[in-house]
């Protein structure tokens, strides 16, 4: 089982993996804009991400519409990337049978 630390450390690492990847695409006043409608539209707080997944892959489709896919691919790059973290993701396209939450939640239980 995983301790409260490590979940917390995880779900740390996610977010600031599509933090960074979000200001590196947009900007820092349009990744503002981005978590604003993430809190306000889906009541999900930039700390919560890591923890509901689902929920901001569904408030960032309903953002950026079709341009989400890229985004989401590319968050999912950073991560197979990232040194720190353990699980090193196969990535597939959004529109195959493993979507981005599906990768997401397996980083998350691998990890």
Known sequence: ?????QQTSENDAVVGIIDKVLNQVF???ATILIFKHLEHNYCLKRSEIGDNIELF???LEDFLR????VVEKKIL????RDSSLLCKLQIEDVDDDVSFVTQMRLFMHKS
């Open 1 to 5: 089982m995983e301790t409260l630390r």
């Open 27 to 29: 900007g820092r006043e």
């Open 57 to 59: 892959a569904r408030g």
């Open 66 to 69: 079709s341009g989400a896919h």
């Open 77 to 80: 790059e950073d991560i197979s």
